[in-house]
């Protein structure tokens, strides 16, 4: 069976699943999308984080088998839960619904992502200045840039310093030198 062919089997084979499974997805995305929203309404960490095993190992596996947006926000819970575990400000400070939680994902790794590609001045000023305004914990920075940002460099690592270091304490200014350290080794 030559590529095309599994491509095309493969891809049958997961919109047929779909199909099977919909009731059930759809399900588990409002059960995701109510209990986010209902705890940052709340400020109810608690509710945040008990959705973590819920789509890894409960009904919520379905969610983020087929949709996208739940990959995202499980990566986000995860941020969480460890700024929360090293009594950071949480992802969530400021966010008031699943939509203002992924958008502020969204458009921290797209200033992340334009200072990794360095297009031009103006771009990279107007990354600095969205880190500077979003306040990413030294987790949410490390994160996105392992999980969603290709391939960082020892450049994007000392582009980030410049920027967060002037808002981290020295606690995360240290964490964040020993979690890229491995990467600034091989340039």
Not at 39 to 56: G, N, S, T, V
Not at 66 to 94: G, N, V
Not at 99 to 120: E, H, M, P, Q
Request: with cysteine; hydrophobic share 40%; aromatic share 10%.
């Amino acid at each position: 069976m030559d590529t095309s062919s599994q491509l095309i089997t493969s891809t049958n084979a997961f919109f047929t699943e779909l199909e099977k499974n919909k009731d059930a997805v759809k399900a588990s995305w409002s059960h995701i999308t109510q209990t986010i929203d209902a705890a940052l309404a709340a400020h109810d960490d608690r509710a945040l984080l008990a959705l973590i095993p819920y789509i890894e190992q409960g009904e919520g596996t379905l969610a983020y088998e087929y949709i996208a947006e739940s990959r995202c926000i499980l990566r986000i819970l995860h941020i969480i839960r460890l700024e929360l575990a090293y009594q950071k400000a949480p992802f969530f400070l400021h966010c008031t619904d699943k939509d203002s939680l992924t958008k502020k994902y969204t458009t921290s790794l797209f200033a992340l992502r334009r200072l990794f590609f360095r297009l031009s001045p103006n771009s990279m000023e107007e990354a600095a200045n969205r880190l500077l305004s979003s306040r990413l914990s030294v987790f949410a920075v490390y994160v996105m840039t392992q999980e969603d940002l290709i391939t960082p460099d020892k450049v994007l690592y000392d582009k980030i310093a410049e920027i967060c270091f002037s808002y981290w304490d020295d606690d995360d200014k240290k964490m964040f030198l020993l979690l890229t350290a491995k990467e600034n080794r091989h340039e």
